[in-house]
């Protein structure tokens, strides 16, 4: 099975600054990564996914993440945040091939202020 | 397309009662992932559908919850009797690609049982 940890439940930031998000997986064999996005009463975006290939992914909104293999880890980086960035990020796992489960980490609240 | 449609967007309900979720997924997509979201459990999936077939429904909590897929274009996730424990925020989300493909939430239905 699969889990995902992210460490930082809440990362408060200013507006302009640069945030990293960290994100570590386990799992016993090759899978794909995902960072989601939630604002407030909304569903989830997808902000970007490491499927194969480079491993710096780049995403919607400026944001970047880097897939570490050794590290077994996935963070999510911005090199200068914006107000409206505030929401609720979601690192995300599921093996390769077909049929299988997306499993979520518990979230890390982004709260940005001037 | 208008995405992934949830109704209803919010259930008041008091226990005992059944409750019905409604999902229309986005026309063409071939899966389907009911999940639920919690502050204490955080984003569980619950069962989800590839070809209106049930894959996997390992995360239903109970026998209390069931959910269907009549066709392409509608799934029910149905809880009875309902529980003030159920209280949540229910998702839908479809994808057309389960290899790596992006799921694509919906607004969600807030339940409050009480």
């Known amino acids: 099975a699969q889990s995902v940890t992210q460490l930082d439940s809440q990362v408060p930031v200013f507006e302009e600054a640069p945030v990293e998000l960290r994100c570590n997986y386990s799992s016993s064999v090759s899978v794909y990564l995902f960072w989601y996005v939630q604002y407030p009463n909304q569903g989830l975006q997808l902000l970007l996914k490491y499927l194969s290939g480079s491993t710096l992914v780049k995403g919607i909104n400026g944001f970047e993440a880097e897939f570490n293999k050794s590290q077994t880890s996935f963070h999510l980086r911005k090199p200068s945040v914006h107000i409206s960035d505030t929401a609720e990020y979601f690192c995300a796992v599921r093996k390769t091939g077909t049929a299988s489960k997306l499993t979520f980490g518990t979230g890390t609240r982004l709260q940005v202020t001037l | ?114």
């Not at chain 2, 409750?19 to 999940?35: A, E, M, N």
């Not at chain 2, 459990?41 to 996997?56: A, C, K, Q, S, T």
Request: aromatic content about 12%.
């Open chain 2, 1 to 114: 397309d208008a995405g992934v449609i949830q109704s209803p967007r919010h259930e008041v309900t008091e226990m005992g009662q059944e409750v019905t979720l409604r999902c229309k997924p986005i026309s063409g997509h071939d899966y389907l992932f009911w999940y639920r979201q919690t502050m204490m459990r955080g984003l569980e999936l619950l069962i989800y559908f590839n070809n209106n077939v049930p894959i996997d429904d390992s995360g239903m909590p109970e026998d209390r919850f069931s959910a269907k897929m009549p066709n392409a274009s509608f799934s029910t996730l149905k809880i009875q009797p309902s529980e003030p424990r159920d209280s949540a925020v229910y998702f839908c989300a479809s994808s057309f690609d389960d290899r790596g493909g992006e799921q694509y939430f919906g607004p969600g239905t807030r339940l409050t049982v009480t």
